[in-house]
């Protein structure tokens, strides 16, 4: 296991020579991609999601894509269209793949683009394919969704229904860098423009070895009962109109499989659910009226769930 410890060092050494900080979030999407799982990223403009997604893409050797949403997106956009192309003489219908085949799609700004435009995206992150007309597309894998959404401007924008964002296994939260991440950063890009490359770490076959890997790292029969708990609470909470469904459940269970390989462990710990219980629920769980008049937020929920099953 000390192995597997060592790449993803080496892994966020190299994505650290573009990126400054934010050791939490690269954590967090590489187990998005360890769990074969599509991400949410939020937070406010100019904190290097887009420039950490695509760092990231090119530390694995993956293909990247990015779609700018926008309300005037069409879901042909986003998947492809058929086209009449003339060949010998003859006309025929020629399907171009749209920028949704790709290994990593950044599908940035989601809640600006319209519910028809995001229900798009949704057989092609879970089922891993795309279907046009009569015709079904396979897409590549690994296959991964990551998606942004800004927190401030709301007017104008969709947000995205429950139903779709249970669809992504985390919801990661960007914040501000510390004072000396930022004099770093000043320091870094404010002097001289320079391409920083990166180094491949790991190749798409290494990756979906990892992916198989990751299922197989053993967690106790506590940690188990202790999850099934925390998520069964959720359901009966006086804090929530709302909780999570079993999808949660295995998404928790996996994340913290993810993570403990990421750390060189083979076996799970009770650290490893506490830590990803926040990007698992946050985006599950919906606070009551009575919740969001004392002012609480889903992570202070999340909080309180775990201190009830200890």
């Given at each position: ?98 920028p949704i085949f790709a290994n990593v799609v950044l599908a940035d700004e989601i809640n600006r683009a319209t519910p028809k ?76 423009l320079k391409d920083r490359r990166v180094k491949v770490v790991l190749d798409k076959s290494q990756l979906v070895a990892l992916?198989e890997l990751t299922r197989q790292v053993p967690i106790a029969s506590d940690l188990k009962e202790r999850v099934v708990k ?81």
């Open positions: 296991m000390q192995a597997y410890k060592k790449t993803f060092e080496d892994l966020k050494s190299e994505i650290g020579k573009v990126i400054v900080g934010q050791d939490e979030v690269i954590e967090q999407v590489l187990v998005g991609l360890l769990t074969n799982s599509n991400v949410l990223m939020e937070g406010y403009p100019g904190l290097a999601k887009t420039l950490t997604v695509r760092t990231i893409a090119r530390c694995l050797d993956l293909k990247f894509s990015r779609i700018q949403n926008t309300p005037d997106l069409m879901p042909s956009d986003v998947i492809g269209t058929y086209v009449i192309e003339e060949n010998n003489g003859k006309r025929e219908f020629r399907f171009h793949p749209g435009t995001q229900s798009a995206m949704l057989e092609a992150m879970q089922e891993k394919q795309v279907t046009v007309g009569n015709s079904t597309f396979k897409l590549d894998e690994p296959f991964f969704v990551l998606a942004t959404q800004n927190p401030i401007e709301q007017e104008g924008v969709y947000p995205l229904p429950e139903a779709q964002a249970d669809r992504f296994l985390l919801k990661i939260r960007v914040s501000y860098p510390t004072y000396q991440e930022e004099m770093e950063i000043v320091n870094r890009y404010g002097a001289e992916q925390l998520i069964s609470k959720t359901r009966g909470s006086e804090l929530l109109a709302y909780g999570a469904s079993p999808r949660a459940t295995i998404g928790l269970i996996l994340a913290a499989k993810a993570r403990a390989l990421i750390d060189g462990r083979n076996h799970v710990s009770s650290e490893d659910i506490q830590k990803m219980a926040f990007p698992v629920l946050r985006h599950r769980i919906i606070l009551n009226f009575e919740a969001e008049r004392k002012g609480m937020t889903a992570d202070d929920a999340i909080t309180q769930l775990l201190e009830k099953v200890k």
